[in-house]
């Protein structure tokens, strides 16, 4: 149908959905900046979350990325944005008849011994629907909302207006890059057939870790926009907050292995650490979901991550300037390399004690890293702006988003140990030919 393939009028009616919350943000930003208007950015963006929060679609999306990317957005954003969660209302039983007869045909009813045409889960781009396969399995299908390929272009298009008000109101970020990376995660998360890629991937790359789990995708089941996969029961990971030391340390490694043995052995990484995207099993192991947003990593970045790492542990300021320079900055001063390495040195803090301990030991608050990225935008601002590589984004919101995972456990575990085990035997060309292999095994591109 036209109106699923990004049509003109697609468009314009999502520009009139979001108008009133992205219009009314950019002008009053751009009020404040130029004309003096005294603006209560607390009451503002309250009501920016408000008007978001009701909205189905990628805005909701870009919100939740916006507020784990740190000083893309002033802080009072940041802090109501982190507030959206990934439950929006579901739509209702003629959708989702429309929806599954549009790619399975008439008879789709049939292919199941049982379909729950209530939505177990609702989020920004799709609903999940539990069912019965005639084997006996419990499944899960994810059916993608109308009209979303015209709400991501359309949605794209407002986010690019926010960004250049704001970068006119503050120079310390140029966002180029962190809307391009945007732009292209969106666009992938709604091809659901590479999602079922990258859901074999991940079977792949974690089949020796017993406390880590991937669905099974259904291929026959499953097109662009409907992904059918085997269902995995658990709790929410919060349900987990006051339970024993011991439970939420065995939690915390479960997690720091489900995201960082993909990246470190493979150069892959899972950009969407929200809450709604793992869940916990009786036995504590973890079931990972959701595989839209996944970011493959040239050999060369990861190398980059170990490089910084020894070179804020050791003191080595040429190698953190070649850090930098592999992940894609540039025009790096002196100045510039000792403001970035603040926040280095805060994300790397927990690897480079070899010793048991909470993943940030000062108070803070605000969601995690927000006191020491506000220190690092002042000194990028005062030094006349920096613009970060589109590698470096999904990457840095990974390492925020999993750092508030693990502050909401409060795991005591030592991280030295995890890191150093993960990347004892690392060699660039070993992992060039691992990725390589595995990739195409399972018909995901290169990056």
């Known amino acids: 149908m036209a109106s699923e393939n990004n049509s003109i009028g697609g468009r314009v009616k999502r520009y009139a959905q979001v108008s009133t919350a992205v219009g009314g ?11 003096g208007i005294d603006l209560n950015r607390g009451e503002h963006a309250a009501e920016l979350r408000r008007a978001l929060g009701g909205l189905k679609g990628p805005l909701m999306k870009v919100a939740q990325i916006l507020s784990t990317i740190p000083e893309a957005l002033p802080r009072e954003y940041v802090q109501e944005l982190s507030q959206l969660q990934a439950d929006a209302p579901s739509m209702g039983p003629s959708f989702v008849k429309r929806r599954m007869a549009s790619e399975l045909g008439p008879n789709w009813r049939s292919r199941f011994a049982e379909f729950d045409r209530k939505a177990s889960a609702a989020a920004s781009l799709g609903q999940v629907h539990k069912a019965v396969g005639h084997d006996g399995s ?36 140029d ?31 974690l089949r020796d870790e017993p406390g880590v789990h991937v669905p099974e995708v259904v291929d026959d089941l499953s097109t662009d926009r409907l992904l059918t996969m ?11 907050r006051d339970s024993d030391i011991e ?33 916990v099993r009786d036995d ?9 947003c996944i970011r493959t990593f040239q050999p060369k970045f990861v190398q980059g991550v170990i490089d910084l790492y020894h070179a804020i542990s050791d003191g080595d300021e040429a190698l953190a300037v070649h850090a930098y320079e592999t992940w894609g900055f540039s025009g790096l001063t002196k100045e510039v390399i ?15 004690e070899d010793r048991p301990r909470r993943i940030q030991e000062f108070e803070s608050t605000g969601v995690y890293g927000q006191d020491v990225a506000a220190k690092v935008h002042r000194g990028l601002r005062d030094l006349g702006g920096v613009t970060p590589p ?45 990725q390589k292999a595995t990739l195409k095994k399972v018909g995901v591109p290169l990056p």
């Open 338 to 352: 000792e403001t970035l390495n603040i926040w280095a040195e805060f994300v790397y803090a927990p690897l480079l």
């Open 390 to 434: 589109r590698e470096f984004v999904f990457m840095d919101r990974a390492a925020i988003g999993l750092g508030g995972v693990f502050l909401h456990l409060d795991a005591e575990i030592n991280w030295f140990r995890l890191f150093h085990d993960l990347i004892a035997d690392f060699d660039v060309k070993a992992l060039e030919k691992r």
């Open 25 to 35: 943000f950019a002008a009053r930003l751009a009020g404040e900046r130029f004309f």
């Open 175 to 205: 966002p180029t890059h962190i809307h391009t990376e945007i732009a292209a995660r969106l666009r992938e998360e709604l091809d659901y057939e590479l999602e079922a890629r990258h859901m074999h991937l991940y079977r792949e790359m």
């Open 230 to 240: 085997s269902w995995l029961e658990g709790k929410r990971l919060l349900d987990f």
């Open 247 to 279: 439970h939420r340390n065995q939690l915390a490694m479960h997690m720091f292995r489900a995201w960082y043995v993909p990246f470190y052995y493979y150069g892959v990484i899972h950009g969407d650490p929200h809450l709604g995207n793992y869940s």
């Open 138 to 173: 419990l499944l899960a299908c994810k059916l993608q909302y109308p009209d979303m390929k015209s709400a991501v272009e359309a949605d794209l298009r407002q986010l690019k207006l926010i960004f250049t008000i704001y970068r006119r109101y503050d120079k310390s970020i």
């Open 284 to 292: 504590l192991t973890v079931n990972l979901l959701d595989f839209g």
